[in-house]
């Protein structure tokens, strides 16, 4: 995906570029903290519904998380056991 950015924005990216991985990290996650304060989606409306979705299926730690928990789960698939119950 490409984007157009403002100035200040390009000089954000550039200035993180120069910052140490452990405190890039905090910044992602603090951005990401802050942005699902604001996210406004309800269950009662399927169209924000799909947008946080859209949103989620964006943000690589969550798309991280969800495939770790896929691998971790991925041996019980197989287990013969029934999902019934």
């Given amino acids: 995906m490409?984007?157009?950015?403002y100035p200040r924005e390009a000089k954000l990216i550039e200035l993180l570029r120069?910052?140490?991985a452990r405190t890039v990290e905090e910044v992602t996650d603090f951005a990401a903290y802050k942005a699902s304060r604001i996210?406004?989606?309800s269950y009662d409306d399927p169209?924000?519904?799909a947008a946080a979705w859209a949103r989620a299926a964006e943000d690589p730690v969550f798309v991280n998380e969800v495939q770790a928990i896929q691998r971790e789960f991925s041996v019980t698939e197989g287990d013969g056991?029934?999902?019934d119950y």
């Avoid at 490409?2 to 950015?5: A, E, K, S, V, Y």
Wanted: hydrophobic share 45%; with cysteine.
């Fill in 2 to 5: 490409t984007m157009d950015l």
């Fill in 81 to 83: 056991l029934s999902e």
């Fill in 39 to 41: 996210a406004d989606w």
């Fill in 47 to 49: 169209a924000s519904c």
């Fill in 18 to 20: 120069t910052l140490p």
